[in-house]
């Protein structure tokens, strides 16, 4: 057998599984954590309320804005993760989400204003700091990886697809 007839020349099989493996666990992984903090903030709306209107940045009508929405694109971008479902959007928007929750923390960092993170809903009591914002953080680069990632796996499978029909996939 001679090296292009064995199966994992050049290690690409491998690699995809690994790659697709990787991206199957931050997947599951984000869309755990998303699920879960938008579940833990709709179930105690009035509290997230208050988180937000701690924060200081926006008014009545735009706090209540949020307080409804925010806990939702929580939970659908997360389930979106959960079911493999517009993968590549949904880490984009979790990236997006991140970086939100980044900039909100550090304006309010910059204050020096005492406010709960309200991250997780009323079931956790951090106070915004280095390790709220380093969280935030690292939300922002898995879901970037992740989409990353995605984007790869499909780039394999679609070279994969032109690899066995011998012509290009649609």
């Given at each position: 057998m001679n090296g292009d007839q064995r199966p994992y020349a050049?290690?690409?099989?491998?690699?995809?599984?690994?790659?697709?493996?990787?991206?199957?666990?931050?997947?599951?992984?984000?869309g755990i954590l998303l699920v879960y903090a938008g579940l833990s903030k709709a179930k105690q709306p009035h509290d997230f309320l208050g988180a937000v209107y701690e924060y200081q940045l926006i008014g009545p009508p735009y706090g209540r804005?949020?307080?409804?929405?925010?806990?939702?694109?929580?939970?659908?971008?997360?389930?979106?993760l959960l079911i493999g479902v517009a993968v590549?959007?949904?880490?984009?928007?979790?990236?997006?989400?991140?970086l939100v929750f980044v900039a909100v923390q550090a304006a309010v960092m910059w204050r020096k204003l005492t406010v709960h993170c309200g991250c997780f809903g009323s079931a956790q009591d951090d106070l915004v700091g280095g390790a709220t914002l380093a969280r935030a953080a690292v939300i922002v680069v898995l879901s970037f990886l992740g989409f990353c990632l995605a984007s790869r796996v499909l780039r394999l499978?679609?070279?994969?697809?032109?690899?066995?029909?011998?012509?290009?996939?649609s």
């Open positions: 050049r290690g690409k099989p491998i690699a995809a599984n690994s790659l697709r493996a990787a991206s199957i666990l931050l997947r599951i992984g984000i804005f949020v307080a409804l929405t925010l806990p939702q694109m929580e939970i659908v971008i997360g389930c979106l590549r959007g949904a880490f984009l928007a979790a990236a997006l989400l991140g499978a679609k070279a994969r697809e032109v690899d066995a029909t011998g012509m290009c996939a």
